[in-house]
């Protein structure tokens, strides 16, 4: 069948598996708009999946390459991958730490979250950022409306709308490409 481009809903038709109780076909209209945006999110989903197993393929390989080599699987492996892990730290409890829902605990209908990329919070951007995304689906998205202020550079905060907004789906989206934005810098923060 062809679709007209110009045409903004198509329909769709659900038939029952053969067998069910219901027989007839549910239909729908979906908007051409949404399913384009699906597969916008899907494709780029689809593409950091790619770039993260080539990467840890190509750690695997290195990984393999070192143990070939004469070392045993459990010695320790310098700047293998891009984590930092310092001996002695409780690491279970860090990771645990990071799993904990401590986000759901903060309360207020207008969260306005403040992100500074400076010290050790710019050593672990990389999770921050995926903690922060994960964030608003699962906290922000409940709210009456929110904010994101960076802090670029020292004395330099960078807010991302001028007022607080409705968390709709493009606006959560807007705000993952503020997040995918942050850059990690050296030195003190004064905001005073």
Known sequence: ???DPRQSYLSVAIRPKAGATATAAMHYSLARIDIIDFERLCRKKIEEVRARLDYFQRCHAALESVVDRGAGVDDYAVNMLPYSYRVGEDFCSLISEADAQAFGRCEGMRPVIVVDGSGALGEALL???????????SFVV??????????????RPIIWEETSVTPTVQKLRDAETFLDSLRPFRGPVDLA
């Open 142 to 155: 409940t709210k009456s409306s929110f904010n994101l202020v960076k802090i670029a550079a020292p004395s």
């Open 127 to 137: 999770f921050v950022r995926a903690a922060l995304k994960r964030m608003l689906y």
């Open 1 to 3: 069948q062809t679709i």
